[in-house]
């Protein structure tokens, strides 16, 4: 019995569509031994250390390296693209698997090597472990600079490895090298040193991929359980405002199964002194010319303007670090919304499901609230550009910040940086992920104790609602 094959995958890297099958195959390791008569049906495999032009032009023009960087970069491995001489496979797995995902090359000398290292036949990344098996997601950061889209992404890969709504587990499955990217630049800095991740520079940041094992509810209330690849991409606030960068840093959101975007609140004009009345560090290095309204341009004119309608990609548009209004103490505002917020800040359980009565009323809360500081703009663009709108709020943190004068060593300059006292505790970062997994049909959703999977029917919130949010929560009149 062949196992489920998806007939055609993206790659996570070039976003170039193609079939399972048509993955080449590089030499990796060093070779097993003399090789006895084998047996199998030869394919493509490869030859000596050569360099590899289609990866050297992912570097160029992607990765935006230097030239020097993209041949050497090009040139680490034994391999390009391989040739039907000397390469076998099993039939017995290509049977079962639907497409070869492992083969042997014997080199003239008769050394034999094994191999299971898959490359897209575009621009030859390596790819994820598996990658055509299963279901996957790219799932696209979006957001102004500073907005917290990196430690956003560092502190929800966080909560799904310890997730006490879904029995689950993650795994990395991306190339090694990106590994170690993600662990040294986003997670070591915040989780061990508690300092704030850099912001993205302007370049294209590499993939992070996860294999995302998870049970859940169906329907008649029993256990299921589901395996699915999740891409994510942080991307650049700058290159979000810009025509150009985005077909070159951002293209993969045309092929996105979801976006998240961020919306700072100590950047609202409305709020800013508040703020500041509050904590001078938390508005003053906000980038001047910061402007969601750019980026929603960019958007429309990049992959929705020459569509004939909106984009079905679910998006999610979540209020970050909302741990700051209660810094901020508004209590002289009462019942307004900036106040209130501050009481839907303990996190939601979302039990084996998407609690779709918490994620309404959030949705209403998070409006209003927008719509009160004059920010309506938010909400309207993003339902003048997607069919799917949900609104959330979150705390990557938990904390504020502190920032504090240091001597980058690099460069010897004076250079300001964030740190937090003790762990990060955050708050609502899984729901709007969730949501996008029950918009893409791999979550069910519960709602008043049935469990039902249907996507895209989120009901749009017109206007604003006199009950207090607590009721709004418990369906109360």
């Keep these: 019995m062949v196992e489920t094959v998806k007939k055609h995958v ?49 570097n160029l023009e992607i990765l935006q ?14 391999s390009v693209a391989l040739s039907d001489k000397g390469v076998y496979h099993s039939e017995e797995d290509t049977e079962r698997r639907g497409f070869i995902q492992q083969v042997t090359y014997i080199d003239p000398k008769g050394y034999k090597y094994t191999t299971d290292t898959r490359l897209c036949p575009n621009c030859h990344n390596v790819l994820p472990t598996g990658y055509g098996l299963r279901d996957s997601l790219l799932i ?49 800095p915040l989780l061990k040193e508690h300092t704030l991740v850099s912001s993205t520079k302007r370049k294209k940041i590499p993939p992070f991929a996860f294999n995302f094992w998870y049970q859940y509810k169906t329907g008649g209330g029993n256990t299921a359980e589901n395996n699915i690849d999740i891409i994510f991409y942080d991307i650049a606030g700058e ?33 800013s002194d508040l703020f500041r009345f509050s904590d001078d560090a938390l508005i003053d290095n906000v980038p001047e010319d910061n402007s969601n309204q750019h980026i929603f341009n960019t958007l429309y004119n990049y992959f929705i303007g020459l569509e004939k309608g909106k984009s079905p990609i679910p998006f999610a548009l979540a209020l970050s670090k909302v741990d700051l209004f209660g810094y901020a103490r508004f209590d002289f505002f009462d019942s307004r919304p900036e106040n209130r917020i501050q009481h839907m800040l303990p996190d939601e359980q ?10 309404k ?43 504090e004068q240091i ?51 989120i009901a749009v919130v017109k206007g604003t609602s006199k009950r207090p949010w607590w009721k709004r929560l418990l369906g109360i009149r």
């Design 239 to 271: 290159d979000l405002r810009d025509d150009a960068a985005i077909r070159k840093n951002g293209f993969n959101i045309r092929d996105s199964s979801g976006l998240i975007f961020l919306a700072d609140p100590t950047n609202f004009s409305m709020l």
């Design 407 to 457: 001597t980058d060593p690099k460069t010897n300059e004076t250079i300001e940086k964030g740190h937090i006292d003790g762990p990060p505790v955050p708050f609502r970062v899984k729901e709007a992920l969730y949501w996008i997994l029950m918009k893409n049909g791999m979550l069910y959703k519960n709602e008043f104790n049935q469990y039902t999977l249907t996507g895209h029917d």
């Design 350 to 359: 979302h039990k084996d499901a998407l609690n779709m009565r918490c994620t």
């Design 10 to 58: 993206i790659c996570p890297y070039c976003c170039h569509k193609f079939e399972p099958r048509e993955a080449d195959f590089r030499l990796s390791g060093t070779p097993e031994g003399k090789a006895t008569k084998s047996r199998g049906r030869p394919r493509k495999a490869a030859a000596d250390k050569v360099l590899d032009e289609r990866l050297q032009n992912y």
């Design 65 to 78: 390296y230097s030239a020097a960087e993209a041949k050497k970069n090009a040139m680490e491995y034994p």
């Design 140 to 188: 696209s950061i979006l957001g102004d600079a500073r907005s917290g889209k990196s430690v956003f992404l560092t502190m929800l890969i966080a909560e799904l490895e310890n997730n006490p709504d879904l029995t689950s587990k993650l795994t990395f499955i991306g190339d090694n090298r990106v590994r170690d990217i993600f662990n040294e630049t986003y997670q070591r």
């Design 361 to 403: 009323a959030l949705n209403m809360e998070v409006r209003e609230l927008l719509s009160h500081v004059k920010e309506d703009a938010l909400v309207n663009n993003a339902l003048g550009c997607f069919e799917h709108v949900n609104c959330f709020a979150l705390s990557s943190l938990g904390k504020r910040p502190a920032l």
